[in-house]
């Protein structure tokens, strides 16, 4: 797409407008669709929970993310699947971090021992 996020990373070197109303697009349709809780000291996932979830991604894995990110897309279409695989990694991070997700990882790796249970494929995070 001419003109769009891509181009507009590549003249700059740095998220533009275009940049920015994309990952912040694709950080709403992660964060809401994909069934992971707000941040503290949020009960949904409005705007500003979104765009603090995307300032702890970005300072978290620093100023090199957007030019990796760049570097690995051709495209406003690319971008816009790495920025989603991006956040997703990112929650899913969070979601280990927390003590439920700490519980499920130790649940799972019970089972998984145990060969009376097996694994079965699902979408949640």
């Known amino acids: 797409m001419a003109g769009g996020a891509h181009e507009e990373l590549a003249q700059y070197g740095q998220l533009g ?4 109303e994309l990952l912040r697009r694709v950080g709403r349709q992660v964060a809401r669709s994909q069934g992971f809780p707000p941040p503290e000291g949020h009960a949904a996932w409005t705007d ?3 765009d603090e979830l995307l300032f702890e991604m970005i300072s978290r894995k620093g100023e090199n993310f957007l030019l990796t990110c ?3 897309t ?3 279409a690319s971008l816009e699947r790495m920025f989603f695989t991006s956040i997703r990694n990112f929650l899913i991070d969070e979601a280990k971090r927390t003590e439920r997700g700490k519980l499920r990882r130790r649940f799972a790796a019970r089972l998984g021992a145990d060969s009376r249970f097996r694994a079965v494929a699902g979408t949640s995070p």
Not at 17 to 20: E, P, S
């Open 70 to 72: 760049f570097l690995k």
């Open 17 to 20: 407008d275009l940049g920015l």
């Open 74 to 76: 051709v495209d406003d």
């Open 48 to 50: 500003e929970a979104v």
